[in-house]
């Protein structure tokens, strides 16, 4: 058994299924990391989206452009697409934003999700984690994943 963690500190368990006489379709891929950056350290929104945005131009055909201004969709090629969502609450001082890139390659559907949140109820510190998973392919003998 192999226990997940998150963000959260909530998890869930992951173990095999019971043996059904089939081959089962594997576990998405997983990757997490957190990281709390200390609000002392700059606008960490702007930091981030500028880091995002240069990631982003190696990917595509010609290089990707994404605003990150506000939200939107964006295509960077012709099988990978981004997502900005973008939300500002200045009475709050509250800050989000999540970029999720989705590449179709042929072992399966790739995505990585980055998100910045600055909250002055979590002050002294901002968080950033990076999530990445892949959809492995159904094949004949491995269903997709319900």
């Given at each position: 058994?192999?226990r997940?963690g998150?963000?959260s500190?909530?998890?869930r368990t992951?173990?095999?299924p ?9 576990l ?7 990281v709390?950056?200390?609000?002392d350290d ?14 982003l ?6 290089g990707?452009?994404v605003?990150?201004?506000g939200?939107?969709r ?8 981004a997502l ?11 800050t989000f ?9 042929p ?6 999700l980055?998100t910045v ?10 968080y950033?984690w ?5 959809d ?8 997709a994943?319900?």
């Amino acid at each position: 058994m192999v226990r997940e963690g998150s963000a959260s500190g909530f998890g869930r368990t992951l173990g095999s299924p019971p043996s059904t006489g089939t081959r089962e379709c594997p576990l998405p891929l997983v990757y997490r990391t957190l990281v709390a950056v200390h609000d002392d350290d700059g606008d960490l929104v702007s930091a981030a989206s500028s880091v995002l945005s240069r990631w982003l131009s190696k990917r595509g055909n010609s290089g990707a452009r994404v605003d990150f201004s506000g939200s939107g969709r964006f295509e960077l090629s012709n099988r990978s697409r981004a997502l900005v969502a973008r939300h500002h609450n200045a009475d709050e001082g509250l800050t989000f934003l999540r970029l999720t890139t989705e590449s179709e390659k042929p072992e399966g559907v790739w995505r990585t999700l980055a998100t910045v949140v600055v909250d002055p109820e979590l002050s002294p510190w901002n968080y950033v984690w990076i999530d990445m998973t892949v959809d492995p392919v159904a094949t004949a003998d491995t269903p997709a994943p319900r």
